[in-house]
């Protein structure tokens, strides 16, 4: 299964209402076939815009997020679900990326620019592309394209 991440805005409500929606949907996962790894809860904060649910608007909104591994087959049946959920106002869901593993460099970044690695094969390659140069001895004394 891929991960992805499921960011959820409840409404504002007191907390055993928001312990009750936030079970249901974890157990819209769950009924799919989906594994919830993580569910973390970033707190009540004001929206950076008004935001109309369900017709009315809101402006304060509880944001949780989901780590989650679901089928791609199940995503379109766990969103419909929560868009006729009347306690969630905004919901989303992205693929997880895995950030690349790369090696730090920097003591190589620290030496003087003659003697890294990378400069010095720009160095190579400019040797390489020199351009021609005129040859005196082709039997004329002057460069014939010279202006």
Same mark, same amino acid.
């Given at each position: 299964?891929?991960?992805?991440?499921? =960011?959820?805005l409840?409404?504002?409500?007191?907390?055993?209402?928001? *312990?009750?929606?936030?079970k249901?949907?974890?157990?819209? =996962?769950?009924?799919?076939?989906?594994?919830?790894?993580?569910?973390?809860n970033?707190?009540?904060?004001?929206?950076?815009?008004?935001? @109309? @649910? /369900?017709? $009315?608007?809101?402006?304060?909104? @509880?944001?949780?997020?989901?780590?989650? /591994?679901?089928p791609?087959?199940?995503?379109?049946?766990?969103? /419909?679900?929560? @868009?006729?959920?009347?306690?969630?106002?905004?919901?989303? =869901?992205?693929?997880? *990326?895995?950030?690349?593993?790369?090696?730090?460099?920097?003591?190589?970044?620290?030496?003087?620019p003659?003697y890294?690695?990378?400069?010095?094969?720009i $160095?190579?390659?400019?040797r390489?592309?020199?351009?021609?140069k005129?040859k005196? /001895?082709?039997?004329?004394?002057?460069?014939?394209?010279?202006?």
């Open positions: 299964m891929i991960p992805y991440e499921l =960011i959820v409840f409404r504002v409500m007191p907390k055993p209402e928001l *312990t009750t929606a936030i249901r949907t974890a157990n819209a =996962i769950f009924d799919r076939g989906g594994l919830i790894r993580k569910l973390e970033l707190g009540t904060r004001e929206t950076p815009y008004k935001i @109309s @649910s /369900n017709g $009315m608007p809101h402006r304060q909104a @509880s944001y949780f997020l989901y780590e989650c /591994n679901i791609p087959s199940k995503i379109g049946d766990i969103i /419909n679900e929560y @868009s006729r959920d009347v306690d969630i106002i905004k919901k989303d =869901i992205y693929k997880k *990326t895995i950030p690349e593993q790369f090696e730090c460099t920097l003591h190589e970044e620290m030496q003087p003659p890294r690695k990378d400069v010095q094969e $160095m190579a390659l400019a390489r592309k020199e351009k021609r005129f005196a /001895n082709t039997g004329m004394d002057y460069y014939p394209f010279q202006k």
